[in-house]
């Protein structure tokens, strides 16, 4: 089972998208988050001065979630998120 005891995440302005790390034992599992899905989820509009960061805390769980179910369909170490994932 994959665990998120690691709070830290970071956006990529140049790529559009969010990172954040999960956990499955002692292995790191890395999550890319493309920013048009967390756009859609949170009712967010693409601007300059969009706070992606604190979209990402408003909807962790959410995100965790859909994180945990891309997860177990793919078992790899590094899971892309879009929109279709939620």
Known sequence: MIGFPNQMRGFDQEAGTLRFSGYDGVME??????????????????????????????????????????YAKKRKTLIWLTIADF
């Open 29 to 70: 599992v890395r999550f890319v988050l493309e920013a048009p899905a967390l756009e859609r989820i949170d009712g967010l509009a693409r601007a300059p001065d969009t706070d992606y960061l604190a979209a990402f805390d408003r909807r962790r769980g959410q995100i965790e979630a859909a994180a945990i179910r891309a």
